[in-house]
């Protein structure tokens, strides 16, 4: 188990690597656009790290264990287990122990860490985008806070209070809005933009232009603020307590198959190392003769499972709009898993039939052998 541990070890890091890298670039825009400092950035890099982890590790016990075993086969320790009778469980016990270990952190870090990890996102690009107008653009300078929104202020003054204020909202395409204010002040919780002593301009589709003086006015910054950092609880950011029992929760109500399915998933997802693991030794961990031409058992032991999780991804996704895939869900774990079990517990050797290239030439060989055998 310490051989696939490590071999484990040696794919996790470096795939989880890739992919934490990828989801964390993809948010580099954070800092970029709200001026945080890289400890907010550091903070938001680490509550990505278990999203990602759930995905990596079934394909890292697939490679490391058809890693483990291809290495054993090529050392010929396999044939020499084979040839002295020992029995099959000694080659797989110990991957399968390793798999469910892996099961049991997997289900730990999908149906608990992972959603308060999700929310605690939330809440920190939430706090950065609701303080982004009061304390992070810069004095004199245009910057777009959303797309067609633009915002300019003349000068900072304390207690969240901006001077000459300009908004320009060209977010609706059938009216284009321009603001000036000689000041204002972003509310406590981000949400409403007050500015005081200004006019708004309104430019109409066909050109029509209207301006209207004001004492006062509140621009409703809530809506930025929602679609930048979707504070709203969706069902991936819910516990698996309350999953079971939403009770009469608002968003369940609405969208009950969505929760259903994210339900399916959360009790599903953490099964795929231990019925991954169950696979690739049914397709690796034979004894094979280096003449055979075939494909690699690695690659097809990775194909088998990456079809696997893209099925049942699919199912998880589109189940919001055809709930019959939630039965897939359920039931594509437990149907591999049997399918499994019935061939790692066979009685003869699972193997792949030489080509017909490989057949033609054993034959030549065999004829070759006579041939030369005859006086």
């Known amino acids: 188990m310490a051989r696939t541990f490590r071999m484990v070890l040696a794919v ?18 954070l800092v970029t656009d709200s001026g945080q400092s890289a400890l907010s950035f550091l903070t ?9 982890v759930p995905t990596v590790l079934p394909f890292a016990i697939v490679l490391a264990a058809a890693q483990t075993l291809t290495a054993m086969n090529n050392d010929s320790e396999l ?12 080659i797989y016990r110990p991957i399968l122990v390793l798999a469910a270990i892996m099961c049991v952190f997997s289900f730990s870090l999908i149906n608990y860490v992972e959603p308060a990890s999700r929310g605690e996102i939330r809440k920190v690009i939430a706090a950065v985008y609701a303080d982004l107008l009061s304390s992070v653009i810069e004095e004199k300078t245009f910057r777009e806070v959303d797309n067609g929104l633009y915002v300019q202020i003349s000068e900072r003054l304390s207690g969240r209070v901006l001077r000459g204020l300009f908004v320009a909202d060209y977010r609706d395409p059938a009216n284009a809005y321009i603001y000036y204010a000689k000041e204002g002040a972003v509310d406590s919780t981000g949400g409403q933009l007050i500015m005081k002593d200004g006019q708004v301009q309104r430019e109409d589709s066909t ?8 004492d006062s006015y509140s621009f409703d910054l809530s809506e930025l ?18 999953l ?10 609405r969208r009950p198959d969505v929760y259903k399915a994210e339900l399916a998933r959360r009790l599903t997802d953490w099964t795929l190392p231990f019925i991954y693991a169950i696979f690739t030794i049914v397709i690796v961990g034979d004894a094979r003769s280096h003449r055979e031409k075939r494909v690699p058992p ?44 019935a061939l790692l517990l066979r009685p003869h050797k699972l193997r792949i039939k030489p080509s017909w290239s490989q057949r033609l030439q054993d034959r030549r060989h065999k004829s070759d052998k006579a041939t030369g055998a005859a006086p």
């Open 12 to 29: 996790l890091l470096p795939v989880m690597a890739i992919l934490w890298l990828t989801q964390v670039l993809g948010r580099i825009n």
């Open 44 to 52: 938001l890099a680490t509550l990505i790290l278990p999203t990602v």
């Open 79 to 90: 044939a020499i287990m084979d040839a002295g009778g020992a029995r099959r469980s000694i």
């Open 207 to 214: 050109g029509d232009v209207s301006i209207v003086q004001f």
């Open 225 to 242: 603020t929602k679609d930048r950092s979707q504070t709203g609880r969706r069902p991936s950011d819910r516990d698996l307590n309350f």
């Open 244 to 253: 079971l029992n939403p009770g009469d929760d608002p968003d369940y109500l």
């Open 298 to 341: 690695m690659a097809s032991a990775f194909g088998l499972t990456l079809l696997l999780r893209l099925i049942s991804h699919f199912a998880a996704n589109e189940a919001e709009n055809t709930p019959a895939l939630i039965y897939l869900i359920y039931g594509l774990p437990v149907i591999c898993l049997v399918i499994g079990v």
